[in-house]
């Protein structure tokens, strides 16, 4: 946990942004796999850990701002409890160490509620994310779980906080991104033909483990990278292949990290490999340099859809002028996502509150029903302090080539009949994470490789 006096003034601030009423905060609780005892791996709400800090399941809480109080809701362990865990630091103590002084047994917390109900005051609740949460919602609020509200103003406020990083932050993602950059060289000295993509990933969470982290997201370990959000592992290694490794590690505290490189299995880039790679590393770059406050990220975005545009041109996969390609979103056969999020203590940071309040604002709202921008996370204006991802890719189809083509697609920008023999290429992604400054941006973490020589010297010194 941070200080005391972090988590007291993050509260002070957040009840000075919301005028009245009862801020309620749900923590999460231990999900069973397939019976009650047998339980995933238990991951506390963000925003209860961002405001209180302690990693706990069953624990709720209250800023009541009409009366200044705030309160834990939580039960002490008994002793059948102890029988099986052991003694455990007790919940008083525990919230003492966030500066909260009062705690109550979580069954007076529908009570609490109810009265500040009865008294007309505004209860003050974010969306719930986990169906437990939802259904305890509708009890604690007496409402069909369907006809649950959450507050707006809360979630303004709260977006608006936790956007902008504390450099206590700063410091935990980049420990995240210390191991996750040692998780990627990892890789990249493991890959071998012959091995399957599961002894990779297994290799780097082990490496998570020993350096007290965890993974902050399931890893994409696929030579199959064309495939966005790929889980299956089993494929087995071949030459030629390339494997993209999106993969960041989450520090005990819960800060994340989120890099993607992709590197050849042989140890060389192929000359199609090596053209397509250098397209992708040259959008990065150019959307990098475009990173500082006051800048439109859905801009930085499309700057990086143009740049993709002209090396695609040059290659001969797309044709015409890149600008009229993007503003007709050609550039989405090869480039379907958005080019970043947000990130912080979720890899997608806030994504549970909602994207409009995250990444968009009313006067920016977001583009819903176009392919491609729709994809997009984040695209409101940059500010200091913010942390995000830039991510850019070329992801070669098949299906998506297939149902373009027969609807002549875009044809006056695509090449059709050259894209036919990259079929199988697959998928390329850069990502690298950044801090918002002052006058620009600043890397944050140790820098990773990411040039076609650096990546193929490192394979070719560190593999035997």
């Not at 003492?96 to 979580?106: A, D, N, R, W």
């Not at 091995?195 to 780097?204: M, N, P, S, T």
């Not at 064309?226 to 960041?248: P, V, W």
Request: include cysteine; charge should be negative.
């Amino acid at each position: 946990m941070f200080s005391v006096q972090t988590y007291q003034s993050r509260r002070s601030t957040l009840q000075k942004q919301v005028s009245s009423g009862v801020l309620l905060f749900l923590g999460n609780i231990e999900n069973p796999i397939n019976f009650e005892h047998n339980t995933y791996p238990f991951r506390q709400d963000s925003t209860f850990l961002y405001y209180f800090g302690i990693p706990a399941p069953y624990l709720a809480a209250i800023i009541d701002i009409d009366n200044d109080k705030t309160i834990i809701f939580g039960n002490e362990l008994s002793i059948d409890d102890i029988v099986w865990t052991g003694q455990q630091e007790s919940l008083k103590d525990k919230s003492l160490k966030c500066g909260v002084q009062e705690t109550l047994p979580f069954a007076q917390l529908a009570s609490y509620l109810q009265q500040a109900k009865k008294s007309d005051r505004t209860i003050h609740y974010l969306p719930p994310y986990q169906s437990s949460n939802k259904l305890l919602l509708g009890e604690l609020l007496q409402v069909n779980p369907k006809e649950i509200n959450p507050s707006v103003p809360f979630i303004k406020a709260v977006v608006a906080q936790r956007s902008i990083k504390e450099n206590q932050e700063i410091a935990e993602i980049e420990k995240a991104l210390a191991v996750s950059t040692e998780m990627h060289l990892l890789a990249m000295r493991t890959a071998q033909v012959g091995i399957q993509e599961r002894h990779i990933a297994a290799a780097i969470q082990h490496y998570a483990y020993d350096h007290n982290c965890n993974f902050a997201y399931p890893p994409i370990m696929t030579v199959h990278g064309e495939i966005l959000h790929n889980a299956y592992q089993q494929n087995f290694l071949k030459e030629g292949d390339m494997i993209l490794n999106d993969s960041g590690a989450e520090t005990a505290m819960g800060y994340a990290a989120d890099l993607t490189r992709t590197f050849p299995v042989s140890g060389h880039f192929t000359a199609c490999q090596r053209d397509l790679y250098n397209v992708v590393l040259k959008a990065f770059e150019g959307a990098r340099e475009r990173l500082k406050p006051g800048v439109q990220f859905k801009d930085v975005h499309l700057l990086a859809a143009r740049h993709l545009v002209e090396g695609l041109v040059d290659v001969g996969l797309m044709k015409g002028d890149p600008e009229e390609a993007v503003q007709a979103h050609a550039h989405t056969l090869f480039f379907q996502c958005g080019l970043g999020h947000m990130m912080g203590l979720d890899v997608h940071d806030m994504e549970d509150l909602g994207e409009q309040y995250v990444g968009y604002t009313e006067q920016e709202p977001k583009d819903t029903s176009t392919f491609g921008l729709k994809s997009l996370r984040l695209g409101r204006e940059l500010q200091t302090g913010f942390v995000l991802t830039i991510e850019p890719g070329i992801y070669i189809i098949p299906e998506l080539i297939d149902r373009w083509k027969k609807e002549n697609k875009l044809s006056q920008f695509i090449n059709y009949d050259l894209l036919e023999s990259y079929r199988d290429f697959g998928g390329i992604r850069i990502e690298d994470n950044f801090l918002i400054t002052n006058d620009g941006f600043r890397l944050l973490g140790p820098e990773l490789i990411k040039s076609v020589e650096d990546i193929e010297n490192y394979r070719t010194n560190h593999v035997q």
